[in-house]
């Protein structure tokens, strides 16, 4: 079977595709891109803010936790630092592609984040602190990747991909309130 046929039982025309990738002031958003882009861009905008305060949160609980004891926790809360930090990088470069601006504005961080700052003093506020954020976040991307449905499979796979990580961060703080 020739290439033209084949491409035709499939629903595929490719000169059309060809003529319309010409048009590349929008880089990697193509005529097909079948969601909201500002709305998706505003939405990953507030996930950007949340991860952001997560990694302040936790790379405060890192350097104030104090003791001993708390050298395994401290670790896992500058680890869960860095894999929120690369979350927000995932973000902000997904924002991009979309042709949006990410919003790294300090000014209004807190209020655009759906999950809170902490300033708990003792470990075990920090981790329970912690263990809320992340649900909140779980939740959070749940109902981002319900709301995408299937009109943005990239978006969508990259925060099944965070929340994955979320619900392991919620598995890890609920371990050590144990």
Known sequence: ??????????????????AA??????????GGYQANRKLVVEMLNGALATELVC?????????????????????????????????????????VQLNGHPDFNPATLS?????EYDESRDTQSMIKANLIAERVAIESYRLMIEALGDADPTTRQMLIGIMAVEEQHADDMRDLLA
């Open 111 to 115: 209020e655009r984040s759906h999950a």
């Open 55 to 95: 990694v302040l949160r936790y790379k405060r609980h890192y350097y104030t936790a104090t003791g001993l004891q708390n050298g395994p926790i401290k670790a896992e809360f500058l680890q869960h630092a860095l894999e929120e930090q690369g979350h927000a990088d995932l973000l902000a470069e997904r924002i």
């Open 21 to 30: 990738a010409k048009n590349f002031e929008n880089g990697a958003v193509t």
């Open 1 to 18: 079977m020739n290439k033209a046929k084949k491409a035709a039982l499939v629903g595929i025309d490719t000169d059309a595709i060809r």
